[in-house]
């Protein structure tokens, strides 16, 4: 079988997370990485991918050879170039942009450019083709050779209410996301693009704004005037949780709980806990969210509270390999 060619642009938090699934899972076999672009020096990425702060070290061994960067038996060569044009990436199914960058046509479709067959963006970008959501809207991925797929707080929330949607009903709903730090913010008190960004990350829970307020309108438009989202990012190094207040049709208490089971049920997209558990416990899950049950409350016959914790690195990365499977499957039919 001839396997899936992946390039990853930017070797950040994502691109690292998203190769460490590839080859540490056995589910993967079928995947080759067979490049990797990013302008820090090779042994600054070595040695990042070698040790991480939330996951550990790499269970495989890590070093430098030839100017590949060679993990267990994979040997990937690095470039370190500034244009993504001047890679080759002729036989490149799909190309994970994960820089950050590409928020313009330009940068966007630099990968295509340079031979790949798709583009696939980590986050949100107004320059791709189609934006699409695992659980979601994913059946309007059609040609679009550059898709973006979304952010992490959008993947996790959109599955959940078009779920919600089909089998209760939802009148309106506010979501608060309760977001980890991320290197967007500062580590000591710096001017930023707004006054609550410009205090340190790791010493206050900061109220925000968040991409998904639009972005899950765009991949659920039915929910378009029935939804508010809000966020607040908290001093944690990793995982995120969503608290959700719910307005339902009038559904009786018990049809309530059989339906968010069963929105659980394949245990792919959306899991579940029945434990009470805390943030910590969720690191490495590869949901799009993991719903509390122990949490979720009714008030009245159509007011429900259900809270998820997702863990907005692992889960947002294992929806970036499903979706380059699937536009690879669709680019290669």
């Known amino acids: 079988m001839t396997p899936l060619r992946i390039a990853i642009n930017g070797f950040g938090r994502i691109g690292r997370v998203v190769l460490r699934q590839l080859l540490t899972s056995p589910h993967h076999s079928d995947i080759k990485v067979v490049a990797i672009n990013d302008i820090a020096p090779i042994e600054t990425c070595a040695y990042l991918f070698k040790y991480d702060s939330v996951y550990g070290p790499c269970p495989l061994p890590v070093c430098i050879e030839a100017g590949d960067l060679r993990i267990g038996d994979h040997a990937i060569p690095l470039h370190r170039h500034e244009n ?79 779920r ?11 979501i608060t996301t309760i977001h980890c730090y991320t290197g967007s913010q500062p580590t000591v008190d710096v001017p930023g693009p707004s006054l609550e960004r410009s205090r340190a990350a790791a010493n206050s829970m900061i109220p925000t704004t968040t991409s998904a307020a639009t972005q899950i309108t765009q991949v659920c438009p039915q929910m378009s005037g029935r939804l508010s989202v809000a966020a607040v990012r908290v001093p944690s190094l990793s995982v995120s949780a969503i608290d959700a207040v719910v307005q339902l049709q009038r559904t009786p208490k018990d049809e309530v709980h059989e339906a968010v089971r ?51 690195e692992w889960g947002f990365s294992a929806r970036m390999v499903d979706m380059a499977r699937k536009i690879a499957a669709r680019t290669l039919s």
């Open 262 to 312: 069963n929105i659980c049920a394949d245990g792919h997209i959306i899991g579940k806990t029945d434990d009470p558990c805390v943030s910590s416990d969720m690191r490495g899950r590869p949901e799009s969210l993991v719903i509390a049950l122990p949490e979720l409350q009714m008030i009245g016959e159509t007011q429900l509270r259900l809270f998820g914790w997702y863990d907005n």
């Open 164 to 174: 919600l949607d089909q089998s209760l009903g939802i009148n309106r709903a506010h």
């Open 84 to 162: 993504l044009r001047d890679v080759d990436l002729g036989g490149v199914d799909v190309l994970l942009e994960c820089t950050g960058r590409a928020t313009t046509r330009e940068v966007a479709q630099a990968g295509l450019i340079a031979g790949a067959r798709s583009v696939l963006i980590s986050g949100p970008s107004q320059a791709a083709d189609v934006t699409t959501v695992l659980g979601a809207n994913d059946h309007e991925l059609a040609n679009a050779r550059i898709v973006s797929n979304s952010s992490c707080t959008t993947n996790a929330i959109a599955p959940l209410l078009c």
